[in-house]
């Protein structure tokens, strides 16, 4: 039983820190693999898209890069989470720890790796040779768009596997649908009817990368309504599961014991 | 004030285990259970394996719900004994116990301030910096036990952990918990020795398939467990 919210806390950034050096330590190449992972994705996507089907529209590079990335984050945080609190079972039944501490964990831990592929991203999209403004700072609320989009789909997947394992093999399905469903290798301006725009923007995700893009290769601000929409949405959702958390969390030790 | 750091009132639970798609069978491992700890008593549970006994430890530090019944708890701090609590394979002896520490429900400075004291009594010297995935299973121990042994909460867990290691060390572990066990620290110590549970405790609740079936004195309630287990049973053929 943890005295205070603060040591809660406490423990819960020295577990982040311990968890990123031990995953380092794991490989040879430790921790390039943050940054030579995403790196490796986006050539192999651009292998298949720009060179064996010849989708050579200008700076797809630049495109590709602005959409894998983001949604690299997503994809991984949400099936790392997902499984945190069946993975977390040797602690949990020795004690005494709320639940969303451990999806959360997964979410830091790879937000963590992101944020430095994030600059990675943004330097390399500045020396491939795009305008560079102030407008491009903007893309610091997009970032914290989907991580509160990404912390509230991780505490919903971590609250529903313990209860139904299969539900994993949906995620990975769902993961692969949103791959193609978010124009990650395609301008859904130039490849879905002008009626269906509106549908395909009411994925979130699908709705950030249009703003990465917007920000970081045309120079324009993002657009505030749909990050606010997906902001409240996101943060109703997180307090949602943070009532039902409190709840049931003790519930969750018996479940992955049964 | 009182006296009781914690109260259990008709506390039951009861585990569901999945036979197919749609059949549930259920086994009920604590029946109505009801008693208090008082403040620095040691209570001692004992009964046979599967009675309820490391269930009963899981409700107490509030990791297991209950279906049934109510628990109050007059202390803020409650902590189940547990070796080798969160260790990494991959991270070093000082890191394991650093996170085990405040697992265990130590602050980070505190369980900085024990650290000297956590690696002189787990005589791990230098390897204290290796990863733990090059210790032996003894030094494992050894070290988890340390970690355990230094961290204080009000209440103390302990499930039939008393000494690790080699002979030596053993030895120095037993004295090192029997001391902890001796202070003023409330514990409630779950244990097959009826020695141990003899020496160390001021009371004794013994349960039998999830029911208390006595608690009390040691000298009573371990005399009459044990002529309940000497107690020859029908045999199935």
Known sequence: MFITKTHLVEVFFTKLVLNLKSEASKTYLSYVWWILEPALMVAVLYLVFAVFLAMRAPDFVVFLVCGKIPFLWFSKSISHASQSITGGRGLIHQVSIPMPFFPLLAVFQDSFKQSIVFILMVTFIFLYGMEVSWIWLSVLFVIFTQLLLICSLALVAAAIVPFLPDFKYLISTGMMALMFGSGIFYDYRERIRPEHHELFLSNPLASLITNYRQVLLENTLPDWAALTNISLISLALIAMMMAYYNKTSTIYARLIAQ | ?237
């Not at chain 2, 209950?66 to 080798?84: M, P, T």
């Not at chain 2, 290691?165 to 409630?188: C, L, R, T």
């Open chain 2, 1 to 237: 004030m009182t006296s009781e750091v914690m109260e259990l009132r008709d506390v039951s639970v009861r585990f569901k285990s999945r036979k197919s798609f749609f059949r549930h069978t259920y086994f009920t491992a604590l029946d109505k259970v009801s008693f208090s700890i008082k403040k620095g008593e040691t209570l001692g549970v004992i009964g046979a394996n599967g009675c309820g006994k490391s269930t009963l430890l899981k409700v107490l530090s509030n990791i297991y719900s209950i279906d049934g019944g109510k628990i109050h708890w007059n202390c803020r701090q409650v902590s189940l004994l547990a070796l080798a609590l969160g260790f990494d394979a991959e991270l070093s002896g000082r890191d394991n116990a650093i996170l085990s520490g405040m697992l265990l429900g130590g602050r980070k400075d505190e369980v900085l301030g024990r650290l000297d004291d956590i690696i002189e009594f787990s005589e791990l010297d230098e390897f204290i910096d290796k990863p733990i995935k090059t210790y032996s299973s003894g030094m494992r121990s050894r070290l988890g036990f340390s970690v355990a042994v230094k961290m204080q909460s009000e209440l103390l867990l302990i499930d039939e952990v008393m000494g690790v290691g080699d002979g030596k060390f053993k030895q120095k572990a037993s004295h090192a918990m029997m001391d902890k066990i001796n202070s003023e620290q409330s514990v409630v110590l779950v244990s097959h020795s009826m020695n141990l549970v003899q020496m160390l405790c001021d009371r004794v609740l013994w349960l039998d398939a999830g029911k208390i079936k006595k608690i009390g004195k040691p000298d009573g309630v371990i005399g009459e467990y044990n002529r309940f287990i000497d107690k020859p049973r029908p045999q199935n053929i």
